[in-house]
Each structure stands twice: as structure tokens, then as C-alpha cells.
């Protein structure tokens, strides 16, 4: 019984698990991190000469990683409907990274702030489908969401605080390496529930 | 009051099959899955997945869809109606063997 569950959660949670596919932007977001200390060569807060062809970078990536899943281990439609599959795969990639600009000026914008709302809604998102999926690597990562996003409420300062400048930067790399890592044990999680194209438990029955 | 051996008498063997179980049962989670996600999955070989395949869409709890996609075949599969039916029918009916097992009501 529990095997056929496993190959049921396998294919419900196939389109999620592609964890591959969240890498460039991870990457992208580290690479952009350094713009938060000010102007350098990636031009600085605002400027996109940079950050949109790398973003456009990311998300050719995303869809080359796709074609990579789709001929390695296959297709699946899921049951939901197709304007939120399509909602869901590009809001997750897409919307993300502009999580990171919203930040930056929010907390231009309002440097009173003791605590980051965006850095808050994403530790709850992670937090939410790392109980839901049981991915405990969400729930770490949504936990370091929150911490980051009340440090500056801990250290008795704002999100715009000079002392606490940096704020964007260590965002920003907290936010990256974790759609890295998360993306990475997803894809490991994936490898682990499906089997070699070699014959597995089930080969020889009729 | 249906007993363990009305139980046992109405598993459908075509469905009970582990291989055809396991097909069913990766169906049952997703509206399609083309064929090679379905040996990833199963672990099956081309030629037996083709065969338990082929039994299943006869029997009418399958639909398959092939096609050519670029010079290759590629065949999309989902369950039938009468497919999403009898999946759920058969695991009310190993719940049900579970409990006669167990002793429980």
C-alpha cells in the first residue's frame, strides 16, 4: 500500500519537484545581490542595463531545464486546471525574483520599517509548502526567511538603518543560495522516487 | 454484511495485477503522464509496460494518445472514467480485506 502511495505522491508532486529549474534564478539573485550595496558595475538600484538580460538568462534556463526533465523523465499533466498550472510554474520562477526588486524599494521607500512584509510572505510560502508537501528543506528555508526578515526588529534598528545597511545584501543571499539548495533536494528528492529506465520491482510480471 | 471471501471474490485480478496497480494507481494522481514518465515511475521495461498498457486500454480504464512528436513516437496516457472508478473501488476493496484481516468492523 505505502509503494502505491509513494507512486502517487511521486506524480502529484512531479511538476514541483523539477528543482533544477529554480537554479538560474538563485544564481541570478546572488548575482545581483552586490547592487544592493550600492552603485558598482551592475549599475546600481534601478538600473536594469545588467540585471534584465541576466534575468532573461534565467529564464531561458528554466525553460531549457524543463526540456531536460520532459526527455529525461517524462511528461505530466497535472489535475489542476491549465490557467493555474500555467500561473503556478511561471508566478513561482517570474515572481520570485521580482519579490527582490519589490524589496529593494520597499525598504527605500519605507526605511522605518523594523521588519521585511515581502521577506515575511515568503518565510510563510515556504513555510506553508514545506508542511504541505512535507519538504522539511522548505520549512528550514522558510525559517530563515522570518529570521532575516525580523532581524532588524532583534537588533532594535530598521531595514534602513545605515548600521544596518546590508540589509538587501544578506537578503538577497540568504534568498539566493536557498533557492539553490532547495532546488537542488528537490531534484535529488525527484532522482530518489523514480527508477533507472533498467526495469525495477514491478519488471517480469504479466 | 459482505465477508472476507465476498471480499476476495470481488477483487478485479485485471486491476490487482502490482505492475497494472502501480500504472493505475501513478494515473490516478495526474489527468495524463506519457510513457516514459510512466516506466520512470514503474520501473518497468518498454516491452512490459506496452503489454500491461495495451490490456488496460482494452479493458477500458485507459485512454492512450500516440503521436509522432518529432520523428518519435510519444504516447500520452490517463485513466478512462470507468478507470478512475475501478482504482477507487479496488482500494475501498483492500481496505476493506484489510479490516476483515485485522479483525476490526
Redesign the interface.
Known sequence: MQEYERLRTAARQYPNLQGLRMIPFGVFILAIAPRDLGSNWLGGPGDCTFTLPMLLAAGGLWFLIGRYYKNTFGKVTPQTSPGRQVLESTGLGVGLVAVIVIENLWYRAWPGLPVSPIGLALAGLYLFLGVRDRRWYYTVFGGAMGIISLLPLFLGTTVGDPIFGTFGLVFSLVYGVGLVLTGLLDHFRLVRMLRPLDGGSYAGSE | MPGLSDDLAGIDRLVH???R??IL?????????????????????QG?LS?HLTKLEEAGLIWMDKRILNKRPHT?V?LSEAGREAIERHWVQ?ENLRRHARGTP
Request: hydrophobic residues 50%; glycine residues 6%; proline residues 3%.
Open positions: 495485477e502490482p505492475a496497480l502501480a494507481s501513478a494515473l490516478s494522481a495526474v489527468k495524463s503522464a506519457d510513457f516514459l514518465f510512466l516506466q520512470r515511475i514503474t520501473g518497468l521495461t512490459n503489454s500520452d490517463g483492500l
